[in-house]
């Protein structure tokens, strides 16, 4: 057990600090992401007419909170029509909310990091029996593959991000839990692999 947490505080801080180098030194975590034309009229107009903090699609289906799903059927076919002729996209939106804990922000990726090392850690210490270095390495480099692949393309798929900003992102994710998969799979060994 000790060895598992070793591995996943240490995993974490692989991947703490592959996302550092990815997004500060390679602009991986930014490519495809841009600032908004004339954001000072767009900010302004948002102030006033988003009441609340919140994650909006548009555009919408004009229907209201809480639709039915018999109301969304029959409002489909123009609501197609609708997203065909008109700008569309999806808009996180907080509203002014003082100061930018950034410390905090990096405290709460450093858990998620060290959470995911943990995880993968652990899928390595119960499935890995009999398996050397190299399929202890793979193992966590699969689940990284599996979280990159499961919000990542359907946020593509759905919502349009795009494509370099999902195909950066996801190298950093696959890599970054390559070189988890390394530190992991030297500490969590087992005793009956061959070559560990």
């Known amino acids: 057990m000790k060895r598992i947490v070793l591995a996943g505080v240490l995993g974490g801080l692989t991947l703490f600090v592959l ?5 500060e030194l390679l602009g991986l975590g930014e490519m495809g992401v841009g600032e ?13 007419a988003i009441p609340e903090a919140g994650f909006y699609i548009f555009p919408g289906f004009g229907l209201g909170p809480k639709p039915t799903s018999a109301q969304r059927n029959a409002a489909m076919p123009d609501y197609m029509k609708k997203y065909e002729q008109s700008p569309h996209g999806v808009l996180i939106y907080h509203p002014p909310s003082g100061p930018f804990h950034f410390g905090v922000l990096l405290g709460r990726e450093f858990a998620l990091n060290v959470l995911q090392a ?34 990542n393309v359907e946020y593509w798929n759905w919502y349009e991000f795009p494509g370099n900003y ?30 560990s």
């Open 19 to 23: 996302m550092f180098v990815a997004h």
């Open 36 to 48: 908004i034309p004339n954001e000072a009229v767009v900010l302004s107009a948002m102030r006033g």
């Open 118 to 151: 943990l995880l993968a850690a652990w899928l390595v210490a119960s499935a890995a029996s009999g398996r050397g270095y190299s399929a202890r390495v793979g193992i966590v480099v699969v689940a990284g593959v599996l979280a990159a692949l499961g919000t």
């Open 166 to 195: 999902i195909a950066g992102y996801m190298t950093t994710q696959i890599v970054g839990f390559l070189l988890a998969g390394f530190v992991i799979a030297a500490l969590v060994k087992n005793t009956t692999a061959a070559g």
